[in-house]
């Protein structure tokens, strides 16, 4: 069973901004997301997962390098949420976004981000 929910892709224009939230699917699992580090993860059309950005515990981020500048991490401990805002949309930007803890194998359903030209 997906342990996160993702929410809040759409479709944009390129250089719009969307902002994702990542929430526990149970309750069970909110203890997971506010004592983990958290990452968000992109699969493109005919493309593998992969990393976008993380958060650690304590607020550390780490970025992949093509949305450095353009999108931020950030997480609500207190909500038991995790974000990520992206701005300055590209059309390379499409794809499904997920959010899992670090090393986490189990994988919800995502929420489709599609950039259009």
């Known amino acids: 069973q997906a342990q996160f929910r993702e929410s809040g892709g759409g479709l944009v224009q390129a250089g719009g901004s969307l902002r994702l939230s990542c929430g526990a699917s149970r309750v069970a699992y909110t203890r997971i997301l506010s004592t983990s580090a958290m990452a968000w993860y992109r699969r493109a059309p005919g493309s593998q997962r992969e990393f976008v950005a993380s958060i650690s515990r304590g607020g550390a981020t780490n970025y992949r390098d093509s949305v450095k500048g353009r999108f931020t991490i950030s997480r609500d401990n207190a909500d038991n949420t995790v974000y990520l805002q992206l701005d300055n949309l590209m059309p390379e930007d499409t794809a499904v976004y997920y959010c899992?803890?670090?090393?986490?194998?189990?994988w919800g359903q995502g929420t489709q981000v599609t950039v259009s030209s």
């Open positions: 899992n803890y670090v090393g986490g194998t189990i």
